[in-house]
């Protein structure tokens, strides 16, 4: 697909969510979207993003990288996931990325524990179902909860999941915010002008930074580029699904079965990122902004 196919990018593509929800500049984006995401629960007036890759401790622990974290005006913090496709560990991925948060806060010894955590919260845009479905709503909410009286036992940690084909609202059918929103992000790619029913300034704000026209040429090949990853990225994990599985048949575990699969899908990725870096190299792009889209490293694009 060319980004000239349609007027508006998809809000759903790695480069799409980014550019949208991740600027700086256009941070009141990600914050009316967290307070439609949140009403009723907190009020967030400002945030600030924070580095998105967090290294173990140890060479040997593994190292997470989040889409988005920002950090909210009362020092809670948010990762920010978009799925496009479901895979067998994604529960226990959203887990560990909070607890590395968690860890990272590096609380000082208290014996009395006199210092409060801050409150950490992950929220995941799926264009999936999840297989753990808890209810038809297309809002999952998560916390810590007694499972024999239902209430809550901490508030402070929670999930929340966005599970995009549960909504089957039209236009004219909008009541919430937050209806607007998902609204927004199942059917900007197709839309050719701001519904009506979308009237507030930020919304007009995404629309216009949303637009292909406004890309720069780097932006609008990064996109392309992401685009056709995409579209290859379920053959390519299930590729790395039949690696993983014979590696795992070859040691006889189930661990290595899942290793198999990790490992496929990472060289996968980094397979990508060459083609892409291959193909801006041969358009004469600077070398420090092919580094700045693909993650690679300088020496690894000019050895390409």
Same mark, same amino acid.
């Given at each position: 697909?060319?980004?000239?196919?349609?007027?508006?990018?998809?809000?759903?593509?790695?480069?799409?969510?980014?550019?949208?929800?991740?600027?700086?500049?256009?941070?009141?984006?990600?914050?009316?979207?967290?307070?439609?995401?949140?009403?009723?629960?907190?009020?967030?007036?400002?945030?600030?993003?924070?580095?998105?890759?967090?290294?173990?401790?140890?060479?040997?622990?593994?190292?997470?990288?989040?889409?988005?974290?920002?950090?909210?005006?009362?020092?809670?913090?948010?990762?920010?996931?978009?799925?496009?496709?479901?895979?067998?560990?994604?529960?226990?991925?959203?887990?560990?990325?909070?607890?590395?948060?968690?860890?990272?806060?590096?609380?000082?010894?208290?014996?009395?524990?006199?210092?409060?955590?801050?409150?950490?919260?992950?929220?995941?845009?799926?264009?999936?179902?999840?297989?753990?479905?808890?209810?038809?709503?297309?809002?999952?909410?998560?916390?810590?909860?007694?499972?024999?009286?239902?209430?809550?036992?901490?508030?402070?940690?929670?999930?929340?999941?966005?599970? /995009?084909? &549960?909504?089957?609202?039209?236009? $004219?059918?909008?009541?919430?915010? =937050? +209806? !607007?929103? @998902?609204? /927004?992000? &199942?059917?900007?790619?197709?839309? $050719?002008?701001?519904?009506?029913? =979308? +009237? !507030?300034? @930020?919304?007009?704000?995404?629309?216009?930074?949303?637009?292909?026209?406004?890309?720069?040429?780097?932006?609008?090949? @990064?996109?392309?580029?992401?685009?056709?990853?995409?579209?290859?990225?379920?053959?390519?994990?299930?590729?790395?699904?039949?690696?993983?599985?014979?590696?795992?048949?070859?040691?006889?575990?189930?661990?290595?079965?899942?290793?198999?699969?990790?490992?496929?899908?990472?060289?996968?990725?980094?397979?990508?990122?060459?083609?892409?870096?291959?193909?801006?190299?041969?358009?004469?792009?600077?070398?420090?902004?092919?580094?700045?889209?693909?993650?690679?490293?300088?020496?690894?694009?000019?050895?390409?």
């Amino acid at each position: 697909m060319s980004a000239s196919t349609n007027k508006y990018i998809d809000p759903l593509s790695d480069f799409g969510f980014k550019h949208l929800f991740g600027s700086e500049p256009n941070k009141e984006i990600m914050i009316a979207f967290l307070n439609a995401l949140f009403e009723g629960e907190k009020h967030i007036t400002d945030i600030i993003y924070n580095p998105t890759e967090i290294a173990g401790d140890e060479r040997e622990h593994k190292k997470v990288s989040f889409d988005l974290l920002c950090t909210g005006d009362n020092g809670e913090q948010f990762i920010v996931e978009m799925q496009r496709a479901d895979h067998d560990n994604f529960e226990d991925r959203c887990i560990f990325y909070l607890s590395r948060l968690i860890h990272q806060q590096k609380l000082k010894s208290n014996r009395h524990w006199e210092v409060k955590m801050k409150e950490v919260f992950l929220i995941a845009i799926l264009d999936f179902n999840m297989k753990n479905c808890l209810s038809d709503h297309y809002l999952q909410s998560i916390s810590l909860v007694n499972t024999g009286t239902g209430k809550i036992f901490h508030n402070g940690l929670g999930f929340k999941f966005l599970e /995009l084909p &549960k909504f089957g609202k039209k236009e $004219d059918e909008l009541e919430t915010e =937050l +209806d !607007k929103w @998902v609204y /927004l992000l &199942k059917h900007m790619h197709s839309l $050719d002008q701001i519904p009506k029913y =979308l +009237d !507030k300034r @930020v919304f007009e704000k995404i629309f216009n930074i949303a637009e292909m026209k406004k890309l720069s040429p780097e932006q609008q090949f @990064v996109y392309d580029s992401i685009l056709q990853r995409e579209e290859d990225d379920y053959s390519r994990l299930k590729s790395a699904e039949r690696r993983g599985m014979r590696e795992g048949i070859e040691k006889g575990k189930e661990e290595g079965i899942e290793q198999g699969i990790e490992r496929g899908m990472e060289q996968g990725k980094h397979e990508t990122a060459l083609v892409i870096a291959r193909k801006m190299k041969e358009d004469n792009f600077e070398l420090i902004k092919i580094a700045r889209f693909t993650a690679l490293s300088i020496e690894e694009i000019e050895s390409l």
